[in-house]
């Protein structure tokens, strides 16, 4: 139990376009889902949280215009990278936290980004 | 500021060698404590978790971590290291009143053949 899915696993895009990458609990309700950003080599950073029905909140730092993200219902949440550059090429990572389980995040292997 | 330190960057072990990944987090009181693995290119598996009672703690894998609140750490440890151990590991906090994991610099472990 307690799988979270992420589509694409890879995108190419070009600069200037937008993507989409899609995080599913698969198997239960996540009421808040988190996205991730990790350079090669680096640690996991938090980008913003996202409850379901509500707008996401989003860390310092980081644009929310850029990286518009949905959570329209308890299985689904999706991260749209607006615009993309090459400098926002990464490994976006997302994890769902389970509807009463308020302890423990579940995450999902994770979208190669590159943007050329 | 709460922070979560991995001081080892880098480990390698010979297989078969026991292991131990230390981690210190510094929060002004207990947070619930994480360790989760990271395989080239894929997402974090959870080893472990703490949030209160016994101070050492078993995972999967084999893994097993001990809490020491005198030292603000949660080493984590196993006898004898595998292979398909070499992977990242991250140690991660979470402040027992918000949502977000806090994340260490990771370690990886290499393994010796």
């Known amino acids: ?116 | 500021a709460q922070s979560v330190t991995q001081p080892d960057i880098h480990i390698t072990v010979s297989e078969g060698a026991s292991l131990e990944l230390r981690c210190n987090y510094s929060y002004g009181a207990t947070p619930y404590l994480f360790w989760y693995v990271q395989s080239p290119g894929q997402g974090l598996q959870l080893l472990l978790k703490y949030f209160s009672g016994d101070t050492l703690v078993q995972g999967i894998k084999g893994f097993e971590a001990e809490f020491k609140r005198s030292q603000s750490s949660f080493n984590l440890r196993k006898p004898s290291v595998h292979w398909s151990d070499a992977a990242e590991y991250f140690c991660a906090a979470r402040p027992s009143n918000t949502g977000k994991l806090i994340f260490g610099q990771g370690t990886t472990l290499q393994v010796k053949p």
């Open chain 1, 1 to 116: 139990g307690a799988v979270v899915s992420q589509h694409p696993s890879r995108v190419i895009c070009k600069s200037g376009t937008s993507v989409k990458i899609e995080c599913r609990s698969l198997d239960f309700q996540a009421t808040t889902m988190f996205w991730y950003r990790q350079f090669p080599k680096q640690s996991l950073m938090l980008m913003a949280t996202s409850n379901e029905g509500s707008k996401a909140t989003y860390e310092q730092g980081v644009e929310k215009d850029k990286f518009l993200i949905n959570h329209a219902s308890l299985t689904l949440s999706t991260l749209t990278v607006t615009s993309a550059h090459p400098e926002d090429s990464s490994f976006y990572i997302c994890s769902a936290r389970h509807q009463g389980a308020y302890y423990e995040q579940y995450f999902g292997p994770g979208t190669r980004l590159t943007v050329t």
